[in-house]
């Protein structure tokens, strides 16, 4: 087993409480509708939302995979920090024993914030992760956010 790490930074306008609030703590519920095309539906199997619960993510139509479960591993909402790992689902191509990602959000000096991501990929026997599939991914996931960040600006009373 191996383990690849990967880290990125996005910049945005919005200040980290209302993006955390809106990307992590509803981000269940706001996805779906914001940006159907990613995530169809999410349902919890166990817990909340607290660490330890694992929920299902059903991907949306024009996603070439199905699902995948998430293991929520740490949350801590005055840091504004966020863990999960995905620990199941065809995301993980019988290549990869899970996925962890570690969000935290900080403010930045002109009042929005800076999210910082490490994603650890761990890998099954000797495969090798290449770069471009982990950029692909991560184009996606940019995707998200930038859809998120778009409904906070046009709903500014929101979260």
Not at 101 to 125: F, L, R
Request: charged residues 30%; glycine residues 8%.
């Amino acid at each position: 087993m191996g383990v690849f790490t990967y880290e990125s930074e996005v910049i945005t306008a919005i200040p980290p409480c209302k993006m955390f609030r809106a990307c992590i703590l509803d981000g269940d519920k706001l996805i779906p509708k914001v940006v159907p095309q990613a995530f169809k539906s999410v349902e919890y199997i166990q817990g909340n939302g607290e660490p330890g619960s694992i929920k299902k993510v059903t991907f949306g139509e024009g996603s070439q995979f199905e699902y995948m479960k998430q293991k929520v591993e740490a949350l801590d909402e005055e840091k504004f920090a966020y863990t999960y790992s995905v620990i199941e689902g065809d995301a993980l191509m019988n290549k990869l024993e899970k996925i962890t990602y570690e969000m935290k959000m900080e403010a930045s000096p002109d009042g929005g914030s800076v999210c910082k991501t490490t994603s650890k990929y761990y890998t099954i026997g000797d495969f090798e992760l290449k770069e471009e599939g982990i950029k692909a991914g991560k184009e996606k996931a940019l995707g998200m956010f930038k859809a998120i960040e778009a409904y906070l600006q046009a709903n500014p009373d929101a979260y």
